[in-house]
């Protein structure tokens, strides 16, 4: 009996020689965004495929609503908690109306981290900010001020009232909006991310604020409707559109004089830092903890704060100058 047990386990040692070291596993990670369609979300795809292609064992699933609701986010999260994913990296339209589902999501071991537009900590296990956000609040009005001398009338059209980034932005330009003497913010109002909402908003700040020399825009949907709303009222040079957009959308109207200039930082590089870091946590590699650096591939390192939150790079503005650079780029 003892001979045979010895030769059952000399042949299992040696199915497990001829059969050699078990193949990685493919690490399944979903881009989640605010919604389809929109270009931002595009680039940064493109980017977490960058990333895919690197790490070698990774799947991308580009996924999101069709429009900017925490409703249809939650939808999404819950079908990818049914998918067994390993990994979720979102932005999200609400900071704390995501937490139950993603919570739900890591209890089943999946990785939850947020990028671009943030979850409360308690829903992810870190968030990555595209810039600082005292330097994106500080960037969006300074580039109003930049070309208003004798300063004015400004307003501010953003995504959803409940967009965490935007909100965050709007809160740190409004506590440095006194360095900039003369300038005055009149009023905040909101597209939610729609193209002909952002542009009836941009209309409506123009005909109650008839002195308004500057909308401030800081998001992409936004920055071109406004754009173009300025373009087809005729005011192109009188008031000026800038804040945050894509140099692929906004070179036609910096052409037009509709914007004189506007920041942004690189999707692409945001989409593949969000990859690689939710990698790093999936696979063990990495552990995110205050004071903890996190690899991100070519992008460097990321460095976590009290809160779990760490900023990828500075933004960068685009002018008549430089945007024939980028505008084929994204």
């Known amino acids: 009996m003892k001979l045979w047990k010895s030769l059952l386990a000399a042949t299992a040692v040696a199915?497990?020689?001829?059969?050699?070291?078990?193949?990685?596993?493919?690490?399944?990670?979903?881009?989640?965004?605010?919604?389809?369609?929109?270009?931002?979300?595009?680039?940064?795809?493109?980017?977490a495929e960058e990333a895919a292609k690197e790490l070698g064992d990774v799947e991308i699933i580009y996924t999101g609503p069709t429009d900017t609701t925490a409703e249809g986010q939650i939808e999404v999260i819950n079908a990818l908690i049914a998918q067994k994913v390993d990994a979720i990296a979102i932005s999200a339209n609400d900071q704390d109306a995501l937490v139950p589902a993603l919570k739900k999501a890591m209890d089943r071991g999946i990785t939850v981290i947020s990028w671009d537009s943030g979850?409360?900590?308690?829903?992810?296990?870190?968030?990555?900010?595209?810039?600082?956000?005292p330097l994106i609040g500080n960037m969006i009005i300074k580039l109003a001020a930049d070309h208003l001398p004798d300063g004015g009338d400004v307003a501010v059209l953003s995504a959803s009232a409940t967009a965490t980034n935007q909100n965050t932005w709007i809160e740190e330009m409004n506590k440095v909006k006194d360095n900039y003497p003369g300038i005055n913010v009149v009023a905040t109002v909101y597209g939610d991310d729609l193209a002909d909402k952002s542009y009836r908003e941009a209309q409506g700040?123009?005909?109650?604020?008839?002195?308004?020399?500057?909308?401030?825009?800081?998001?992409?949907?936004?920055?071109?409707?406004?754009?173009?709303?300025?373009?087809?009222?005729?005011?192109?040079?009188?008031?000026?559109?800038?804040g945050l957009g894509l140099p692929s959308e906004m070179a036609g109207h910096i052409e037009s004089g509709a914007?004189?200039?506007?920041?942004?930082?690189?999707?692409?590089?945001?989409?593949?830092?969000?990859?690689?870091?939710?990698?790093?946590?999936a696979t063990g590699k990495a552990e995110a903890k205050p004071g903890a650096e996190i690899p991100m591939g070519r992008m460097g390192t990321l460095t976590l704060n009290d809160n779990n939150e760490g900023a990828m790079a500075d933004p960068f503005v685009y002018d008549s100058s430089n945007i024939n650079d980028f505008k084929d780029i994204f």
């Open 15 to 47: 199915a497990v020689c001829i059969a050699g070291p078990a193949q990685a596993e493919t690490k399944r990670i979903a881009l989640v965004v605010k919604a389809l369609g929109i270009g931002f979300f595009e680039a940064a795809a493109k980017g």
């Open 119 to 133: 979850v409360a900590p308690e829903g992810r296990q870190l968030h990555l900010n595209p810039s600082s956000n």
């Open 205 to 242: 700040l123009m005909q109650t604020y008839p002195d308004l020399k500057a909308i401030i825009a800081p998001t992409s949907v936004g920055i071109v409707a406004a754009a173009q709303a300025v373009s087809d009222a005729e005011k192109a040079g009188q008031v000026n559109v800038t």
């Open 259 to 281: 914007s004189k200039s506007f920041a942004i930082w690189n999707p692409i590089d945001l989409g593949y830092s969000a990859t690689v870091l939710a990698y790093n946590l």
